[in-house]
């Protein structure tokens, strides 16, 4: 499993732009191959801040992910309204158990 977190910050009148991009992608990345999750917070103390969490099967599958039209589109709309660099972490990951 790849479990990718990315954080970073627009001006806060940005925010709800850079949210609202990655809410619509939601559905799409979902539904390619291997993603088991893509969750988007808006950070609860910092109204510049932005985190994005997604998991995938395995590294290839994150890498069609880097390579497909949401992802574009993403980058398109939130780059410009980035106030920094953003920071991607990236782990391999092995799922002991899920507890429900």
């Known amino acids: 499993m790849v479990i990718v977190i990315l954080d970073f910050t627009t001006a806060a009148a940005d925010r709800a732009a850079a ?3 990655l809410d619509t992608e939601h559905d799409e990345v979902r539904a390619l191959p291997g993603n088991l999750a893509y969750r988007v917070y808006a950070d609860r103390h910092d109204d510049t801040a932005v985190t994005l969490v997604h998991e995938w099967t395995d590294e290839q599958s994150f890498e069609d992910y880097q390579r497909s039209p949401s992802f574009a589109r993403s980058g398109q709309v939130i780059r410009p309204l980035m106030t ?17």
């Open 19 to 21: 949210l609202a991009q």
């Open 84 to 100: 920094g660099a953003p920071v991607s972490r990236r782990f391999r990951a092995e799922l002991l158990e899920t507890v429900a």
